[in-house]
């Protein structure tokens, strides 16, 4: 745990001065840091996360319970990130801000503190929440054509891909094929963790 905190230290001395009088809140991992079954990662935190300053407590958080429920585990027994730490916003047309994806530059100027928190918990498994952790960890690839299969990340470490929980919202039809998904992973993880 106090190797995550000296990353955590790290990523703040790194990002601040990026970000000269805005007040972005950086929002680490949160969950089991000392070799859990699984280690989810999603792609960055949305509003309610900045608040609370802790990774899936929004919308997505409700369905990563769903997802925790399929599993029959607790989110304490597992450990859950985004690539990046920070909320990606945007002005909306009404001149709210809202989230937006992160972009080319933020993911890469993140995945480094992502590999490196990954080394520190240890996770036997990893499980990918939608196409920007998927493509941080293996490339030029899409969660259309990964999903619901075991496959190697870049790190050696096994890697489970998922849509992500947001896209159920949006996309009604996601549902099923990510509730199957879940189910695979839940009914293949022993196996595969203990290869």
């Given at each position: 745990?106090?190797?995550?905190?000296?990353?955590?230290?790290?990523?703040e001395a790194f990002f601040r001065p990026l970000f000269?009088?805005?007040?972005?809140?950086?929002?680490?991992?949160?969950?089991?840091?000392?070799?859990?079954?699984?280690?989810?990662?999603?792609?960055?935190?949305?509003?309610?996360?900045?608040?609370?300053?802790?990774?899936?407590?929004?919308?997505?958080?409700?369905?990563?319970?769903?997802?925790?429920?399929?599993?029959?585990?607790?989110?304490?027994?597992?450990?859950?990130?985004?690539?990046?730490?920070?909320?990606?916003?945007?002005?909306?047309?009404?001149?709210?801000?809202?989230?937006?994806?992160?972009?080319?530059?933020?993911?890469?100027?993140?995945?480094?503190?992502?590999?490196?928190?990954?080394?520190?918990?240890?996770?036997?498994?990893?499980?990918?929440?939608?196409?920007?952790?998927?493509?941080?960890?293996?490339?030029?690839?899409?969660?259309?054509?990964?999903?619901?299969?075991?496959?190697?990340?870049?790190?050696?470490?096994?890697?489970?891909?998922?849509?992500?929980?947001?896209?159920?919202?949006?996309?009604?039809?996601?549902?099923?094929?990510?509730?199957?998904?879940?189910?695979?992973?839940?009914?293949?993880?022993?196996?595969?963790?203990?290869?």
């Amino acid at each position: 745990m106090a190797d995550l905190r000296m990353l955590e230290r790290e990523v703040e001395a790194f990002f601040r001065p990026l970000f000269p009088g805005e007040d972005k809140i950086l929002v680490f991992g949160d969950g089991k840091s000392d070799q859990p079954p699984l280690m989810l990662i999603g792609e960055a935190p949305g509003e309610q996360e900045t608040i609370k300053r802790r990774p899936f407590v929004g919308k997505a958080g409700k369905n990563l319970d769903e997802f925790l429920q399929l599993m029959g585990m607790q989110r304490e027994e597992i450990f859950v990130s985004n690539v990046v730490k920070i909320r990606p916003t945007a002005v909306g047309p009404t001149g709210r801000i809202r989230n937006r994806p992160p972009s080319k530059e933020e993911i890469a100027l993140f995945r480094p503190y992502l590999m490196k928190e990954i080394d520190l918990v240890q996770p036997r498994a990893l499980v990918t929440l939608g196409n920007v952790p998927l493509q941080a960890l293996m490339g030029k690839v899409t969660v259309g054509d990964m999903h619901g299969k075991w496959h190697t990340a870049c790190n050696g470490l096994p890697l489970f891909a998922l849509y992500h929980p947001a896209a159920i919202i949006y996309r009604r039809e996601l549902k099923e094929v990510y509730e199957q998904d879940v189910c695979s992973l839940r009914d293949s993880l022993t196996i595969q963790t203990q290869k």
